[in-house]
């Protein structure tokens, strides 16, 4: 999967002596909040925001008037769609500028194309539970998880890794070919695996429901 796949949006970068209403309307029109400056030779300098703009405070001023040569976020040709979302999301841009190796303006994507790459994946897409895991960093091992949901007539289609919320320990959340994942749970906890919550199968919540109604009809005797 390289970035070709996904739309090539025909963006039409500022240049010098655009001014500000120019790169305003034009924002407006494509319902975005960056857009690139390109020196005449074709060099990409970086992305101008809709918010520097505004500092400006002359609608005829040249845009480079609210440039900051330090924001210039980027990615190669060719570059995985996974570093293009590492990208808007590191930033927080709305278009993502494409360069060659030589620092060359060559195209640019929207944010809105990226999420809608992402929004028809499989993973995304396909129906199936969602389970989340809280594990020690030493625990981990996705051969084992895997082998687990595999004896069990599923597989894993998406895998997410959470950021730590303490030390050694992070939360690893599946998505599922299958939607009935009571077997699999049970497995999992059979080699130690802590499951914390399961979305998207209707069954595992009754039978949570009927367990609960059970404990709580022993506990009246």
Known sequence: ????ELHIEPIVPLRDDDVVIQALDRMEELKISHL???????TYRGLISEDQLYE???DTAPVATAFHPAFAPSVLVGAHAFDVLETCVQHRITLIPVVDSSGQWVSAYLW?????????SPTLVQPGAILTLHMDSHQYSLTEIAGIVEQNDSKIIGLWISPPQHAGGFTLTLKLSTELVMPIVQ?????????????GDASYDQEEQSRLDNLMNFLKF
């Open 1 to 4: 999967m390289i970035l070709e």
């Open 187 to 199: 497995s999992l906890a059979r080699y130690g695996y802590t499951v914390e919550e399961v979305y």
């Open 112 to 120: 809105s194309d990226v999420v809608e790459w992402f929004r028809n």
């Open 56 to 58: 400006v405070g002359d």
């Open 36 to 42: 690139p400056l390109v020196a005449a030779d074709g």
